[in-house]
DNA sequence: ATGAAAGCGCTAACAA
DNA sequence: TTGTTAGCGCTTTCAT
């Protein structure tokens, strides 16, 4: 029997060109001898491997974690595989990682909220998609934070803050400059002032934001709300809250971001924005998947919506 | 100039066998072109991915984003890559995932704490090292589990505690059973009994291990400690111990396991055991790479240290 | 319905 | 010191 034959069978192309019969009993024989066609070769001539690249930034993030599942779940329905790179990991801010990983021939590439590696945009790659990080040029698949902020800003003003602080995340990255804009935004919609006097940046441990927190919560006069770009700020800020005596929510109202499992089991349990990172790693995956088969209308732009989670963080203004 | 040349001066080995002359406008026009040697061709012909399969439970659990890292640089150092599967990522348990890297051709497989799929182990397949998973034929890399349990139940029965309870996670591992040996055997080297009465069950999750800890609490007589399998489950216990008017660690002492990042932001915040998940990763990729190698010495069992990290949710017996 | 043969891009043994 | 050549295991076209 000929390898064109075993060949047809196996990557499913024989309908009509090889008899059942025979199939049949070459399926039998690759099932007896545990055959697995050699995915080297088969990447080799074909020029495809089936294979899609995820970088992250920080993959001890849970949150990332969910992106990962909601990627692999899509591709494996797909019949491909994702490939995790932490930027992170290799020392090197995900350079040497994407780099073996272009080599590795991935057929697309994810990249996630960070400065994509310069070897992701290299020219002649495949197909790359930003997610949460806004671009011209390459296709996205972003949060719609402004939706989140508005929704977490509505709910506080609607509970009588005016001063608002914003414990930021000491990072460029569009992702929170995305979340400063939407801030202030909100606050002149209600015609409050967004002064320097109401921002507080820290690095991204819960360690920094304690430390800021205590700066801020020191000010006078001290905010009575505070929007944190992320739970583990808020979880920092609310440790500066206790050091300093304030009770939440009855002196200090706090909402976070991302709605990471701690999110619930802090106290008190936290307010936060909450958005689907298994759906937007899904849907990544699924634009990459539309640009590689070279779709006509393949999106450029896709949205995953955020939402308010409200639990004990958050109340009303403290009446003095 | 020939293909054999520029393989030879891109692989590192021109020494002695190009000119140095021809190998600088070598490297120079490859510089130029941004050329990058096909993987899949070196694959296929050198029979080495130079990559290497990590399968992990739920790379949502902080944890293993650290053991991934441990793993990344490690690999990153030696020229390798490493790959993720999430066992829980693709609907399959990782079966399908493992098989795609089987395919895929990983020169080594990394298979923490779970039963590994049974693709993993089909014969003819690469080098396979078990973590935190005893076993009689793989070579493994396991936590001295013993020792950290031990360290604990120590730190409790100084406190002059002596019901000191289990809260464990309801699942067929051996990392679980091995703290429920050590507990068991802590109890008894003080002379106590270690009854069913002391134990409870819960799903890996927080509201699981708060609806198993209320029922726990409210066993007579109440226990005074729990050593509980994860610091999620402790967390939910922190939440049960709550629902029912008792103080954390005046009532009770609760210690938990993993030292995740969430240990230090409850309240109080947790005493807990702590292993290095980064050198976990790290030491893995150490040993495949010995077999890999096909080092005569290669280990076949390596351990990674434990730690006690008291902090406020342990205290001494409450006097009744 | 099946088989023969070419070639994907690389490495390594050998020849010049 | 450089070039020629033979595959690695597969897919695919073309002939049978």
Redesign the pocket.
């Known amino acids: 029997?000929?390898?064109?034959?075993?060949?047809?069978v196996?990557?499913g192309?024989a309908s009509?060109?090889?008899?059942?019969?025979?199939?049949d009993l070459v399926r039998a024989a690759a099932d007896e001898l545990g055959?697995?066609?050699?995915a080297?070769?088969?990447t080799?001539?074909?020029?495809a491997s089936r294979t899609i690249g995820l970088v992250v930034p920080d993959i001890t993030n849970p949150v990332f974690g969910h992106v990962l599942r909601g990627a692999q779940s899509a591709a494996t329905a797909a019949g491909y595989t994702v490939v995790l790179v932490d930027a992170d990991g290799d020392g090197t801010g995900g350079e040497a990682s994407v780099r073996a990983l272009r080599q590795t021939f991935v057929d697309g590439l994810l990249v996630f909220a960070i400065a994509p590696p310069e070897a992701a945009l290299a020219p002649g790659g495949p197909p790359v998609v930003l997610m949460d990080m806004p671009d011209g040029d390459l296709p996205t698949v972003t949060l719609d934070l402004k939706g989140g902020v508005h929704a977490a800003m509505e709910h506080l003003l609607g509970l009588g803050h005016e001063r608002i602080a914003h414990l930021r995340a000491d990072i460029a990255e569009p992702t929170f400059a995305a979340r400063a804009a939407a801030w202030a935004r909100a606050l002149h919609g209600a015609g409050l002032d967004a002064g320097e006097d109401l921002v507080a940046r820290c690095a991204f441990t819960h360690t920094a934001a304690r430390a800021a927190g205590n700066t801020l919560l020191a000010r006078d006069p001290r905010p009575t709300a505070v929007l944190c770009d992320d739970d583990l700020l808020a979880a920092g800020l609310l440790l500066a809250a206790r050091d300093r005596g304030l009770t939440v929510p009855g002196d200090l109202s706090v909402v976070g971001f991302d709605d990471m499992p701690l999110a619930e089991l802090l106290t008190p349990p936290l307010t936060t924005v909450r958005f689907d990172a298994q759906a937007l790693g899904g849907r990544a995956v699924d634009v990459v998947l539309a640009h590689i088969r070279g779709d006509e209308d393949a999106p450029r732009r896709a949205w995953i919506e955020t939402s308010l989670v409200v639990r004990e963080s958050t109340g009303p203004l403290p009446r003095p």
């Open positions: 029997m000929s390898q064109s034959t075993v060949s047809l196996l990557s192309k009509g060109r090889v008899a059942a019969a025979t199939a055959y697995q066609p050699n080297a070769a088969r080799l001539k074909s020029g």
